[in-house]
């Protein structure tokens, strides 16, 4: 790999910049060929949150291009300034400025991995009510992943319905891939079709099995409980969903189900020595899939988005504006984001 990783300074108001700055410190290993785009004196201010005791605050150092990051000093965190200077934005409010920092910061990174300037992007939290308060073009999009999806489709030059994205989140124990994302439950019920299971799962078939080297073997859970228990709880399994898993298993898809939704995720985790059942789980609708996988530990979680012409991987949490600026944010998502994105670079 000789791109540098490109790695989002998410919301300065919330933990995003903190999480960075430990990250640098605490793995220069791992962190090396990776810099941050965003502010150079946000990332001084988190710089001197995470210094170990009397000792100098950790170096940032301020890049000329992206690939100035392989010269970069260990244990420093590199900094290509990409957004206009602002004053520092006050820990943990909502404000539109730095909605729109962190919104710059990933319309750069996109580009830039679209032009093929870098291997990967690796997204630190954003604020979606401070990513809506900068007005447009920030408001269009209810988080991450819409925005990255639109700036592909630009890029490429189609409509966005020809460039289907999915999330999953993973960890070392289970991985889920949504049917659809940042949504109502009503519309996300609504968005349970045959042709949107389908789609969910050839692209689960080719990311995930990219990322194995191998099939891989998907679990659907169901929508209602039980998965419809036959047809008493409701009928969307029967008419919906087993259609869909009948067409993608034609096409060689080694897809399973619907099973019931409170036990698919059990089957699919993996343990020490013992692999689970299934290699990742196609769940219905947001909150079905994200609330197991978070309950095994947010601090390793990572977010994926599947069917992105790059790699994009984010740490599995928010902006913790309750303790952003105490120096008490913990790193390990991010740290587990940037691996999974190294392990997915072609």
């Known amino acids: 790999m000789t791109l540098p ?3 989002t300074m998410g919301d300065p108001a919330g933990i995003g910049p903190e999480i960075i700055a430990k990250a640098f410190r605490d793995a220069p290993d791992l962190t090396a060929g990776c810099f941050v785009a965003g502010d150079v004196a946000t990332l001084r201010r988190a710089a001197g949150l995470v210094q170990e005791g009397e000792g100098a605050s950790l170096p940032v150092a301020v890049l000329d291009t992206a690939n100035d990051a392989w010269r970069a000093p260990p244990r420093s965190i590199p900094v290509l300034q990409i957004v206009e200077s602002t004053p520092l934005v006050p820990f943990g409010l909502v404000n539109a400025a730095a909605g729109k920092i962190a919104g710059d910061s990933v319309f750069w990174a996109a580009r830039a991995a679209l032009r093929g300037e870098v291997a990967a992007v690796v997204t ?19 988080g991450h992943t819409e925005l990255l999806q639109a ?8 409509p966005l319905q020809e460039v289907p994205v999915r999330m999953m ?3 070392d124990e289970l991985r889920t891939v949504l049917v659809s994302i ?13 042709g949107n299971i389908l789609q969910t799962l050839r692209i689960t078939h080719e990311s995930v099995g990219a990322a194995l080297q191998r099939p891989p073997r998907i679990g659907v859970a169901g929508l209602n409980p039980h998965a419809g228990e036959g047809g008493l ?16 298993r034609a096409e060689g898809i080694d897809a399973q189900g619907p099973f019931a939704p409170d036990t698919v995720f059990m089957r699919a985790r993996a343990t020490p020595g013992r692999l689970g059942e299934f290699d990742v789980v196609v769940a ?3 909150d079905q899939g994200l609330i197991p996988v978070k309950y095994l530990g947010v601090e390793q979680g990572v977010n994926v988005t ?9 740490p599995d949490h928010g902006t913790a504006f309750d303790i952003a600026g105490s120096g008490r944010a913990d790193a390990a998502s991010l740290l587990a984001a940037i691996r999974m994105a190294r392990r997915l670079i072609p």
Request: overall charge negative.
């Open 233 to 248: 709880f409701g009928r969307e399994e029967i008419e919906v969903i087993a259609p869909a898993i009948a067409a993608a």
């Open 182 to 194: 940042h949504l109502s439950l009503l519309e996300a019920i609504g968005k349970v079709t045959v």
């Open 5 to 7: 990783i490109a790695i």
């Open 151 to 158: 700036e592909a489709a630009a890029h490429l030059g189609r």
């Open 284 to 286: 219905m609708y947001h």
């Open 306 to 314: 599947l069917g992105l012409p790059f790699v994009r991987t984010s």
């Open 124 to 142: 630190a939290p954003l604020h979606k009510e401070a990513l809506s308060a900068a007005g447009d073009p920030y408001a269009r999009f209810p």
């Open 169 to 171: 989140l993973a960890n």
